[in-house]
């Protein structure tokens, strides 16, 4: 019993020093997001460790966070970290998966595969990252207005999944693991050299950072607009024939739950996508899509 509480409290003391080494970093004092909440959040704990992989890098910097960079249609797209270096504007999407990853650069989805025992496995596709990072590019250069500027393209994958068959062929992406991202970032400076004044990097600061503190509203409405649109796609690939109202809306008629886009490995199936209740294997509810 004594042993047990020793051991409580040496987990609570970490706690506490982790949750102030936390609040001294830039990524809180900008974020201001609760230490419990990142822990909590993939996707906020994929982003917090992009910065700090990259905490070290040599040179005149400065970093911004969740970035609601405004679109031509009234809608925001949000940018997970930029880093403004000496070198250049690097634009980092986290993608904090584990599993093997398979894709290539042009195709419109990645998949992701899962152990899932026995000798299976789970397949479940994701929106080409590098497609998703592209926008980002896109709409921070019309923000920014101006094309004279060096941007660079980087999808970090989480140190817990293997890049297992990724294919690249333009030459302007990155796509690593979190453990190569510092010496791939590196590996650019060198190539870069100068770029950019420490006064024209305090100047985008100043432009970018009221686009990370928007209000929680309008981070409402973004999460909203990017939902209506998976809903748009998922409903696209649905047969009219036999899907139910529920199911239109990514729904499981049978739970409640969200369907979620998944590639069948059974035989029979192999490689065909449906849409599989994220509650399974408590429900088994599958919704196959037609082949492209």
């Known amino acids: 019993m004594e042993i047990l509480l020793l051991a409580v409290l040496f987990a609570i003391a970490v706690y506490i020093v982790q949750k102030k080494r936390y609040e001294k970093t830039e990524y809180y004092q900008q974020t201001q997001n609760p230490y419990s909440s990142v822990l909590l959040n993939k996707g ?6 992009t910065y700090k992989y990259l ?6 910097k400065r970093y911004l966070f969740n970035l609601y960079v405004p679109k031509s249609n009234g809608e925001t797209t949000e940018l997970d970290v930029v880093l403004l270096h000496e070198s250049g504007i690097y634009v980092f999407e986290s993608k904090n998966y584990s599993g093997w990853i398979f894709g290539t650069e042009s195709q419109q989805y990645w998949t992701q595969t899962l152990p899932t025992g026995r000798g299976r496995s789970q397949k479940n596709q994701f929106y080409n990252p590098i497609l998703q ?3 980002h590019l ?23 999944c293997t890049l297992k068959n990724v294919t690249l062929t333009s030459g302007k992406h990155y796509v690593v693991n979190r453990y190569d991202l510092f010496s791939a970032v590196q590996q650019n ?23 990370t503190q928007i209000k929680e509203a309008e981070k409402i409405i973004h999460i909203k607009n990017i939902q209506h649109r998976m809903q748009n796609n998922f ?19 049978r739970c409640g739950g969200q369907l979620v886009m998944r590639i069948a490995s059974k ?14 294997p408590r429900c088994r509810y599958i919704e196959n899509l037609p082949d492209e």
């Open 138 to 160: 896109k709409w921070l250069q019309a923000f920014i207005a101006d094309q004279t500027l060096p941007f660079y393209s980087y999808i970090v994958f989480s140190d817990r």
């Open 235 to 253: 409903s696209q690939n649905i047969s009219v024939a036999t899907a139910t109202p529920k199911v239109e809306k990514n729904i499981c008629p």
């Open 189 to 211: 400076i060198a190539k870069a050299g100068m770029q950019l004044s420490s006064d024209k990097i305090n100047e985008l600061f100043e432009k970018l950072y009221p686009l």
């Open 267 to 280: 035989e029979k199936r192999r490689e065909k996508r449906f849409l599989g209740c994220s509650n399974y």
């Open 55 to 60: 905490k070290s890098v040599a040179g005149y």
């Open 44 to 49: 906020r704990l994929g982003e917090f460790y």
């Open 133 to 135: 990072n592209k926008g």
